[in-house]
């Protein structure tokens, strides 16, 4: 199996270089560069192609929301990546070109308002910065396997403590593109409920909760289930 390529960006230095050596000791794991400032971080992800990226949201040069929203824009290719194809396949390699780094993002704070705009820039999850070392590595090889490293509940409170003072008139029409059944599913999902309390809820299979959800993420372009819960506080649709 391809080791999972990790790079991190974030303007400590030392921080940077002990994560260096946390991933450089795990046997699945690849460190492929560190960057110090939003706009290296960039080049950084263009030049090694990371399949996970650890990104500081505060950063000099350019913020690490703005560096992740940057690296994910699909329409923005690099021209010359730099990737070891002694250590994959043709196939393997391929895939690293094809694809786009899972983002986490690095915070201090529990209720970090910015949280929420990286969680629309397309970030993956954040830890926090004092975490244990244990969980740093479950969390990059949670991202890199699909999930995220944010619970949909977490992400409620933080949105509900932001919004809680600001009354927002809600707009159905941003769920409009969902069928009736999709809409039920779209705003039980949306309290951060998981999969099994959904199905419970809802009377339906894991199975159809997890076909409802596949269906939602694609018609609202939306990536990951605390992208619901986002979509549904902005636009009015939870209390």
Known sequence: ???????????????????QMLIESQ???????????G????????????DVMLM???MPLLDGIEATARILDATDK?????????????????TILDAQPKVIMLTTFQRDEAVVRAIHAGADGFIMKDTTPEFVLASIRTVYAGHSVIAPSDT?????AQTSQKYREPTAESISALSAREKEVFLIAARGLSN?????TAYISEATVKSHIRNILAKLSLTSRVQIVAHAYENGLLR
Do not use: H, W
């Open 78 to 94: 690099p021209n010359a990546p730099d990737t070891d194809t002694r250590e994959c396949s043709s196939d393997d390699c391929a």
């Open 1 to 19: 199996m391809r080791a999972i390529r990790v790079a991190i960006a974030d303007d400590q230095q030392l921080f940077c270089s002990g994560i």
């Open 27 to 37: 046997p699945d794991l690849k460190f492929v560069g560190a960057a110090y400032d």
């Open 39 to 50: 706009e290296a971080a960039i080049a950084l992800a263009r030049a090694a192609r990371p």
């Open 156 to 160: 409620a409170d933080i949105i509900r």
């Open 196 to 200: 099994a309390d959904i199905a419970q």
């Open 56 to 58: 500081d949201i505060r």
